[in-house]
């Protein structure tokens, strides 16, 4: 009888590991290419339940079948909406936006005076905000291709003052997390959290992106195409190659976005991940005095073995909740800490109020 049990219980676990190898052997790759047939990387993606994803250096993605609609973004194209068949061809080919046509303005007209003088009237409606605000975020790794992920969802509060050089993040709920056994603590996803990410608003006083993108070095463009709104396109660093959209409307700061990929990989010492492309949009509240309202940032690293992992954090601006429940304890937000030990922190200090 004993013998008939193991018997059983190693067919079942046969059974659970040819189950594994065949949903692994079941994701749908989906490649993008150029006009000219060559792979485009970091394109991010976006699909049902608000998952994204980034394309690799091969432009490939891995998604389950079940996955039919993608929202294709990517700098320096037009942004694609894709339906998914079965019988469909699993490459995407993405179209270049149009050069900007040279106009003829005013004698002595200068972009990069015209952006910073642009920005600087957005900065003086926002630099007196002293306020709170409340977010939803989501904070996910994963690797794409055998589907290992950790993920936390809740809301914090964020205390906002154009002078503060890192904002001061509480956290006010934690209403999913899990965390993947095999991913361990050495897996460290360097710029994969809520203050880089918010540190990327280009109105606060001290920002540095603000300072490294205003250099005169740099190439300046402005979209004459867009009538509705002032857009400068910038290109900096030509040896790190990196794509800057800033765009204001009606004299105020919409929305900022800013890409670079580094094709060695950025060396963190700390560990064994390399960071290889990163994408940033934050998108502004058109009130009187702009605050972020969207944020979004989507991370490519690649481990020392040559695994592709992907970190997507996201933040959307929600009406102050009823109750902050974490108030009662030290709920601060900390930067560079992994997700598990924000939450088992939490945790315990629940246990032993």
Request: with cysteine; charged share 25%; glycine share 4%.
């Amino acid at each position: 009888m004993k013998h008939l049990i193991n018997i059983f219980f190693i067919s079942i676990t046969i059974l659970f590991s040819v189950s594994l190898n065949t949903l692994a052997q079941e994701k749908r790759i989906i490649t993008f290419t150029n006009e000219t047939g060559e792979p485009i990387e970091d394109v991010i993606v976006h699909f049902k339940g608000g998952n994204t994803t980034i394309s690799n250096e091969q432009g490939v993605i891995y998604l389950n079948p079940s996955i039919s609609l993608l929202t294709c973004h990517r700098l320096g194209y037009r942004d694609t909406v894709v339906v998914l068949q079965q019988d469909i061809p699993n490459t995407i080919s993405l179209t270049k936006e149009a050069q900007i046509e040279e106009v003829i303005v005013a004698k002595g007209y200068n972009p990069r005076k015209h952006l910073i003088r642009l920005r600087n009237e957005a900065h003086e409606l926002y630099k007196n905000i002293d306020t709170t605000i409340y977010y939803r975020f989501t904070i996910r790794m994963e690797n794409p291709k055998t589907d290992e992920k950790s993920e936390l969802q809740g809301t914090v509060r964020v205390l906002t003052r154009a002078t503060l050089r890192w904002p001061s993040i509480f956290i006010c709920s934690i209403d999913r997390f899990y965390s993947c056994p095999s991913m361990d603590d050495s897996l460290n996803f360097r710029f994969c959290n809520m203050r880089d990410l918010l540190n990327q608003n280009i109105l606060l006083r001290k920002n540095f992106r603000w300072k490294n993108l205003t250099k005169k070095q740099h190439t300046y463009l402005r979209d004459w195409s867009k009538e509705d709104s002032v857009v400068f396109k910038l290109a900096v660093q030509p040896h790190m190659p990196m794509g800057i959209n800033i765009i204001f409307s009606q004299g105020k700061l919409k929305s900022f976005e800013w890409y670079f990929k580094q094709d060695k990989g950025l060396n963190t010492r700390q560990s064994n991940l390399l960071l290889h492309a990163m994408h940033t949009f934050i998108d502004y509240s058109s009130a009187k005095k702009p605050s972020p309202s969207t944020l979004r940032r989507t991370m490519r690293y690649r481990s020392k073995s040559g695994e592709d992992w992907v970190c997507m954090v996201a933040m959307a601006e929600i009406e102050s909740p009823c109750d902050c429940r974490y108030d009662t304890i030290d709920n601060r937000y900390f930067l560079g800490k992994p997700i598990k030990w924000q939450v088992e922190r939490i945790e315990d200090q629940l246990q032993n109020r």
